[in-house]
T-cell receptor, first 117, second 114 residues
Framework: AQSVTQPDIHITVSEGASLELRCNYS??????LFWYVQSPGQGLQLLLK??????LVQGIKGFEAEFKRSQSSFNLRKPSVHWSDAAEYFC???????????????FGKGTHLIIQP | DAGITQSPRYKITETGRQVTLMCHQT?????MFWYRQDLGHGLRLIYY???????DKGEVPDGYVVSRSKTENFPLTLESATRSQTSVYFC?????????????FGPGTRLLVL
């Protein structure tokens, strides 16, 4: 079965500094990969997703992520964070569509991002 | 454009009571999902539905029942609530078949079981 590991429970970054959130996955085939963001008291919003092709994926709000098959990683990056980026970030992996049905996304446990002024 | 809504947003109930959480989407998405979010566990899939009258279990289905008589609605029922079901519940939907498709999430329901 697929699994997702987000090794950092909390990360603190100064406003204006760069950010990298780590995500490692376990899956037998090339996966679908997602990053979602959850602001306090809100639902999850999709930041970006990887299906195939270019391994560097651009998302909303200035985020990008790079798929590295050799490292089974899909790390999220942003060159300069803003105070409004403070939130919970979830990496997720989905089963590749094979016509056999869907079982939903498998999520990591999340990384809580704190922005220091 | 309402998107996907959940009701109630907050619910307090007692152990042993039946509780139904509602989920409604206006996009006519085929797939709908229920997740629970707990500290230390992230989001875990409870049930999903591929279409009206087609549902299947996810990772943590015990103690929950779902139905889907209409495409736009996907209620989740706790038949006899337990304290371990205190959680935040998220409903989601997607256009096409397969969990490789983007899922769109509702705002969540915070449930407290006393």
């Amino acid at each position: 079965a697929q699994s997702v590991t987000q090794p950092d429970i909390h990360i603190t970054v100064s406003e204006g500094a760069s950010l990298e959130l780590r995500c490692n996955y376990s899956y037998g085939a090339t996966p679908y990969l997602f990053w979602y963001v959850q602001s306090p008291g809100q639902g999850l919003q999709l930041l970006l997703k990887y299906f195939s092709g270019d391994t560097l994926v651009q998302g909303i709000k200035g985020f990008e992520a790079e798929f590295k098959r050799s490292q089974s990683s899909f790390n999220l990056r942003k060159p300069s964070v803003h105070w409004s980026d403070a939130a919970e970030y979830f990496c997720a992996v989905g089963v590749r569509y094979s016509g056999g049905g869907a079982d939903g996304l498998t999520f990591g446990k999340g990384t809580h991002l704190i922005i220091q002024p | 454009d309402a998107g996907i809504t959940q009701s109630p947003r907050y619910k307090i109930t007692e152990t042993g009571r039946q509780v139904t959480l509602m989920c409604h989407q206006t996009w006519s998405h085929s797939y709908m999902f229920w997740y629970r979010q707990d500290l230390g566990h992230g989001l875990r899939l409870i049930y999903y539905s591929a279409a009206a009258d087609i549902t299947d279990k996810g990772e943590v289905p015990d103690g929950y029942v779902v139905s889907r008589s209409k495409t736009e609605n996907f209620p989740l029922t706790l038949e006899s609530a337990t304290r371990s079901q205190t959680s935040v519940y998220f409903c989601a939907s997607s256009v096409l078949r397969g969990s490789g498709e983007t899922q769109y999430f509702g705002p969540g329901t915070r449930l407290l079981v006393l």
